[in-house]
């Protein structure tokens, strides 16, 4: 038997990804996923270490990786006109929003990099993601940038949206707003890389075919969310990029890093390699 180390992070989506590797429900043949649950940024700061065979990724930690890990077609969170928010106590305009501390999630998220391109430099603090709803509700950050379920639940807190960034991406450039990715070790080899997608994929598709179950699964990894807005949330990030990226998803990511590196906030031009299947 064969170990693969799968890194992803302990969020509904994710979990609803890969509930049938997780539970057997699909044959995987000489391979066993040892599954690895972790925050977005730390699976991130793991990668540049190329610690784990296949890895969630942000968009804006594989300008980081390129070089050690190549992107799966599958298992992508991708936002349609819509994607992380900035939240208030109040209504900020968005040219005041540069002179606001604003909470980020971590400094190699997409969010970060999207709300980098869209207001420049800004100043921020780094908290953990689930912290920063709290954060801002107390004053103790003018807005926060937020990612995975905030988006459904900030109006709890009384805070107002600010911006979606995946409303400002799509006006900029006419293109969904890929957020997260599969990374896996080019030292794999191809052929493992090809099964690996291959597999992945089934799990996607046996998830959406058994769709009560794997929500149910994924219930268990939801901070503060029912059934009901459990469901919602996963229907927004495993859709049809998630089971494929496409040309038109692929062409997402390459615009988005291609404008990151022109306007400053990556350090070099990155060749998007993406794993399609023979």
């Known amino acids: ?26 044959e995987t043949g000489d391979l066993s996923f040892e599954h690895i649950l972790q925050d977005i940024e730390t699976l991130n700061q793991r990668a540049t270490r190329g610690e784990l065979d296949i890895t969630a990724l942000s968009v804006h930690a594989y300008a980081h990786v390129a070089d ?24 900020i305009p968005m040219d005041e929003l540069r002179t606001c501390c604003v909470a980020v999630p971590g400094a190699l998220t997409t969010a970060f990099l999207v709300l980098r391109l869209a207001l420049g430099i800004f100043p921020y603090v780094v908290l953990p993601f689930d912290r920063i709803l709290a954060a801002v509700a107390a004053g103790e950050a003018d807005a926060g940038l937020i990612i995975h379920e905030g988006q459904l639940t900030y109006e709890r807190q009384a805070l107002q949206k600010v911006v979606d960034l995946g409303e400002w991406w799509f ?7 890929p957020l997260g990715v599969n990374g896996v070790r080019k030292d794999l080899g191809r052929p493992m890389m090809e099964r690996i997608a291959r597999l992945i994929r089934t799990s996607i598709e046996y998830g959406l075919s058994h769709r009560a ?14 059934e009901r807005l459990a469901d919602r949330f996963v229907g927004m990030y495993v859709n049809d990029y998630t089971i494929n990226l496409g040309e038109r998803g692929q062409r997402a990511i390459t615009a988005l890093l291609d404008r990151a590196y022109t306007a400053g906030w990556i350090p070099r031009r990155v060749t998007c390699e993406f794993i399609l299947e023979s």
């Open 1 to 26: 038997m064969h170990t693969i180390t799968l890194g992803h992070s302990p969020d509904p989506d994710d979990a609803f990804m890969f509930y049938a590797l997780a539970k057997g429900c699909i």
């Open 68 to 91: 050690r890990y190549a992107l799966l077609p599958c298992g992508a969170s991708v936002g349609e006109r819509y994607g992380p928010l900035v939240v208030a106590r109040e209504p």
């Open 171 to 177: 006006g900029e450039t006419g293109l969904p707003l």
């Open 213 to 226: 179950e794997a929500v149910r699964h994924a219930l268990a990894y939801a901070r503060d969310m029912d």
